[in-house]
């Protein structure tokens, strides 16, 4: 049976023109900005040594986690893995590199890999795209990082909402509502679903948990105060005390320019592992289309230290961008985000005895000018030439037949509207570089 | 002992800054011209199923290659490898794909993976990229490439020469000579030598091979004719008589506008795997720098129809460049290659008591005009600062004092000169643009 060939892997996809052309601009967005922001571009290695995801480093990774992580062996017989996300990685990059200058500011594109179920919308192989800044535990890069990810989402045209919360601001919550120390990581796991599940799925959870309903009402009291986020931080300040979460969570509100679209957000956990003080996550400002985070981050001041070891402090904050969901999301909100079928914008087509290579020459100097063009080499009559260029969603085509070379002129037809007229060269590139 | 973390797989790298600013140029070249000529990007997954790559489906595969293969497995217990090249993915594409309109030409770049020893350029995981259009049989199209090639080493600044063979003259010459069916193959890669172990090389190596005399002179005779393009065409022609094969080369040399750098090579066999027709590699003029092909390719006119099965035909041609290798060629021709560490173009250092605020909307200013800016945000000493900016080789500095917001001015350093002046922020974005 040939057609066994004709598999893929489970979970993992392959991304056609139409999606690749989508897929590529949003990475170039990406690109520009990070690197309008300072950061710089490094690459890892998709194969990492299995030691270095592994749970006895210490660094947060979890034994699920190491489950759902892809194994192999060289042929050294070494235990490999593909890598699950960046973070980990550029601890590692940090790490080899001592020469570096602090602070150092690199983002990495790329495909991670999870050998997890497979549900809607979760892949095995997925892009990620991370920022991160090592070398500053000021709370203003803080800014910068949110400042960073509303550039991103204005110039996607996504409309978002920043959630910002602090760690130690949780920590706080816990100590004020005298939460005992063994049951902090469960009550913040609760309360981290109060968007889900809302105030009253929170006590329920709180009270299957056998937490005194004095405990209960404190901690709901802390995460459901409302008012701006100059109203929240003051309430929370008089509430708990300022720990320096507070703070840092103002600092970083005070220092983003666009900071609209920020909400201080005192119930958000994202992730207990190895945050420690700001924490972010981006969600579209219309949840109904899309529930889950398209973009999520924080501050990570003990992790890369740790990893290393050795005693040095490498205080560390970064944000990471996921493409699946922003993909989803723009095409949530823009059936013609994927219309693009091809990059092509011009299709050359020579008619009766007029040389291929001749349309290799203009095909040449249209290049030159920039302008992606495409030709028959098959030498198929026009119309089904013009149906071909169609199918691909090329917006211009070029006659070029006996007449035309005697002429020195082109025929421009504008495949929409199928208007044509004779041009010279220099006014088709004029008329196509509108 | 924390530090075994600090430790990666064998035969994968690390690229830094330096390295993968210069990389990205060099893809970013090869998206632009691809682009141009008409080929669309696609993705096809890392992971694939590893029935695709073996060699049952008889697309040439051997099982040294399949040795050399990453084998994995996921959770499902399903059988898997880290794809080695992109071509068969490609096969799998078109098949799994059947409403493409042909001639279908495609992109792809990306990391590919294989598992053998390690020596001088040779790694375990390196980028490839391959351009390859199907549904064209027509030779023009080999032209096509050979000028996309052209176009590609010419925008990089790298002096190449692009040879070109047809497996059919291989054919024609075994058959000229007398070379049993049997023996065929053997001679061929001798053969393919030639360019190592010269004329007296392959006599040994067909003598080892207890070919007659007889054949050696003849196939030696063919191989080794001396004169230009066309006179070798002729001189062929005459000699061998042309299976079509020294048509095919014909075609595609007088099709392509600039052909001043192809050399017709009639000793070239190029793997003996898939090709089928026309078969190219590129060298650097100067081969005393790199004596290895930077880019192969050829028509493979068999392949995707024998692996989709049906019976229908997909004839087909490509070129992929690697990036490793010219890379290296780049940096051997210019120490300055990857000379740039950093993205930033200007670093912005707030002075005193100047809040981070104003360096923070001073550097989204700089950035909506298009210059990339970073600042110090740790608040260190100037000189501290201008140091750091230095050792990124960051070109600019804006000094931003209590005295320069009066004036509302920057005060603009040229980082390598030493050079201050005090500007406007419009005069200070001509200068940066220019």
């Known amino acids: 049976m040939k057609n066994e060939a004709l598999q893929m892997a489970k979970g993992v996809r392959d991304f056609g023109p139409a999606e690749k052309i989508a897929r590529d601009k949003i990475l170039d967005t990406f690109k520009i900005v990070f690197e309008s922001f300072g950061y710089n571009p490094i690459e890892t290695p998709v194969i990492e040594r299995q030691e270095l995801f592994a749970s006895k480093?210490?660094?947060?990774?979890?034994?699920?986690?190491?489950?759902?992580?892809?194994?192999?062996?060289d042929q050294g017989g070494r235990d490999l893995v593909l890598r699950t996300e960046f973070t980990v990685p550029f601890a590692r990059y940090v790490g080899m590199n001592p020469q570096l200058r602090l602070p150092f500011k690199r983002y990495q594109m790329g495909t991670v890999f999870r050998d997890g179920p497979i549900k809607l919308g979760r892949y095995r192989e997925f892009w990620q795209?991370?920022?991160?800044?090592?070398?500053?535990?000021?709370?203003?890069?803080?800014?910068?990082?949110?400042?960073?990810?509303?550039?991103v989402f204005q110039r996607l045209g996504l409309a978002v909402e920043i959630r910002i919360n602090n760690r130690k601001i949780l920590n706080a919550i816990m100590d004020y509502a005298g939460v005992p120390e063994e049951n902090q990581i469960s009550v913040i796991i609760s309360i981290d679903k109060l968007d889900k599940i809302g105030i009253a799925g929170v006590r329920e959870e709180l009270l299957a948990k056998e937490m005194s309903e004095e405990m209960i009402n404190k901690v709901l009291s802390a995460i459901s105060i409302k008012g701006t986020n100059n109203e929240l931080i003051e309430k929370l300040r008089d509430m708990i005390g300022d720990n320096g979460g507070i703070s840092e969570v103002d600092?970083?509100?005070?220092?983003?320019?666009?900071?609209?679209?920020?909400?201080?957000?005192?119930?958000?956990?994202?992730?207990?592992?190895?945050?420690?003080?700001?924490?972010?996550?981006?969600?579209?400002?219309?949840?109904?289309?899309?529930?889950s985070a398209i973009c999520a981050g924080g501050r990570f001041d003990e992790m890369i230290g740790g990893f290393i070891g050795g005693g040095e402090s490498f205080p560390a904050v970064g944000i990471s961008f996921g493409l699946e969901a922003i993909f989803d999301a723009l095409r949530?909100?823009?059936?013609e985000f994927e219309s693009?079928?091809?990059?092509?914008?011009?299709?050359?087509?020579?008619?009766?005895?007029?040389?291929?290579?001749?349309?290799?020459?203009?095909?040449?100097?249209?290049?030159?000018?920039?302008i992606f063009a495409d030709l028959d080499v098959l030498s198929r009559?026009?119309?089904?030439?013009?149906?071909y260029a169609s199918s691909y969603g090329i917006p211009w085509a070029i006659l070029l037949g006996e007449d035309e070379l005697?002429?020195?002129?082109?025929?421009?037809?504008?495949?929409?509207?199928?208007?044509?007229?004779?041009?010279?060269?220099?006014?088709?590139?004029?008329?196509?570089?509108?």
């Open 251 to 291: 600092d970083a509100i005070k220092n983003t320019i666009s900071s609209g679209n920020i909400v201080f957000s005192p119930s958000l956990a994202r992730g207990l592992a190895y945050y420690t003080g700001n924490v972010f996550e981006v969600y579209l400002k219309d949840r109904s289309r899309l529930s």
């Open 340 to 370: 693009q079928r091809s990059v092509v914008e011009v299709y050359v087509i020579p008619i009766g005895n007029v040389p291929i290579k001749t349309a290799f020459e203009y095909c040449k100097k249209l290049r030159e000018a920039n």
């Open 406 to 434: 005697k002429e020195n002129k082109l025929t421009l037809r504008d495949m929409l509207s199928g208007e044509q007229e004779k041009l010279s060269f220099d006014e088709v590139v004029a008329k196509l570089k509108k």
């Open 57 to 73: 480093f210490g660094i947060g990774q979890e034994s699920e986690a190491m489950n759902e992580t892809f194994k192999l062996n």
């Open 332 to 335: 949530l909100q823009n059936a």
């Open 129 to 151: 795209c991370d920022v991160d800044v090592v070398g500053v535990s000021n709370p203003l890069i803080d800014a910068e990082i949110i400042e960073l990810a509303n550039e």
């Open 381 to 387: 009559k026009t119309g089904k030439n013009l149906e």
